[in-house]
């Protein structure tokens, strides 16, 4: 596999294949290196190219040649890598693959099984087609800051480039789907997918709310319009949070036994859905005041104990010493060149008798440039020389 892409969608959804296997190739460049590169966190907070986490987690398994694309030389290895692969994959503005001689109608004459994925904000086509920029754009457009976030604030939409975690659960989809109809046909195929088509099903109560009812939903914080109460409250402690979410009435009841609040469960009115969300207010002051002197988990436990929906809010730390993580060996250590042995996040499923990777740490930039040019292209010593005299590896 051909891996063009940057950032996030691209890289994510060629980590599928490669954790599964495949040999995807990375095609980078010193001169504009992807920038999550240069986004933390980094290893032990030293800055650097090859000691970022961020990008580490959505490059395992890969390896990773440096070729500076706009030299022809670098194109032309660029086009031989193409030739021996089963997929491309890029994230570029719509247009920019294309230019460099790397379009569809243009790999597929010297790969005419190529499966080629195009991914960008929205779409190869369309007045709309040439707005580049991240995730965080395509998820304000497609309308998630609208419904994320507390209707005091300004919108703050969801944590991450939002659609950037969301497209590539499409695209492994899309890829496995390719792959099987050319082992039966031997056809190859473009998909042009679009980031904010792709996120919008995640919307379609809303949307289906707003065309069916009128109801346009809007931003209310942690709570929620069918649960009551619902939200996270502090616990003992800097920053400590546990989510609750009261889902039925006999849930309610449970509640107020474990917070010891007979009051409360006594109330014919807040007995009720409607009663307790005209009451939110009232209620979340009463389970934060109960939570706050304890420790999270033990409030997570309480509750979970009698029924009621309870989780402690966890950070990146507090994931790697999950239990429920480790049980299922959620999380692999490696050996980095750079990092040194470092917790790679897996796979949210398991599969009996198969191991789903990771099965190696992300590459360093270029780590793999000269045994790509060897190996798996078969240059000869001068040939490679050239490469790297001309400037072309860069």
């Keep these: 596999m051909a891996d063009f892409s940057w950032v996030g969608v691209g890289p994510i959804s060629a980590k599928f294949l490669a954790d599964h296997g495949a040999r995807v190739i990375r095609i980078e460049s010193e001169t504009r290196p992807d920038v999550l590169r240069g986004n933390v966190p980094y290893k032990d907070a030293i800055p650097g190219l090859d000691r970022s986490q961020f990008f580490g987690d959505f490059n395992t398994s890969k390896e990773s040649i440096t070729l500076d694309l706009k030299r022809p030389d670098a194109i032309e290895i660029a086009r031989q890598i193409v030739a021996r692969s089963d997929v491309l ?58 419904v994320t976030g507390w209707p005091d604030r300004p919108p703050s939409g969801p944590w991450v480039a939002y659609t950037d ?27 042009d997918v679009a980031q904010i088509e792709a996120s919008l099903h995640f919307l379609a109560p809303e949307l289906l709310d707003l065309q069916a009812n009128g109801f346009a939903a809007t931003r209310i914080g942690n709570r929620s319009i ?31 036994m474990a917070m010891d609040r007979a009051d409360l469960a006594a109330s014919a009115e807040l007995a009720t859905h409607a009663g307790r969300m005209a009451r939110h207010d009232e209620i979340d002051a009463a389970i934060a005041a109960w939570s706050g002197g304890r420790d999270r988990t033990v409030v997570m436990r309480s509750l979970q ?41 897996g796979h949210p499923y398991r599969i009996r008798g198969y191991d789903n990777g990771p099965r190696g740490p992300a590459p360093t930039l270029g780590q793999h440039s000269f045994e790509i040019l060897s190996e798996f292209l078969g240059l000869d ?5 050239a490469a790297y005299a001309s400037g072309a590896i860069g």
Excluded at 238 to 254: G, K, L, N, S, Y
Aim: glycine content about 12%; overall charge negative; some cysteine.
């Design 89 to 146: 994959i890029e994230s570029f503005a719509p247009g920019v693959i294309g230019r460099m001689g790397l379009g569809y109608e243009a790999v597929r004459k010297i790969n005419p099984g190529i499966i080629m994925v195009s991914t960008c904000l929205m779409g190869q086509t369309g007045p709309a087609a040439q707005l580049a920029g991240y995730g965080y754009h395509a998820g304000a457009i497609a309308g998630f800051y609208e």
């Design 165 to 191: 975690t969301i497209a590539p659960r499409f695209i492994s989809l899309l890829l496995a789907a390719a792959l099987d109809h050319r082992r039966r046909t031997g056809e190859g195929c473009w998909f």
């Design 226 to 256: 069918d649960c009551a109460p619902q939200g996270c409250y502090p616990c003992a402690g800097d920053d400590q949070w546990c989510a609750i979410a009261v889902e039925r009435d006999e849930q309610w009841a449970a509640l107020c």
């Design 305 to 345: 104990a009698v029924g009621v929906p309870a989780g402690a809010v966890q950070r990146s730390r507090d994931l790697l010493a999950d239990p429920q993580y480790a049980e299922r060996g959620f999380y692999r250590w490696l050996d980095h060149p750079v990092m040194g042995r470092i917790p790679y996040a």
């Design 381 to 385: 010593d001068e040939a490679v020389a």
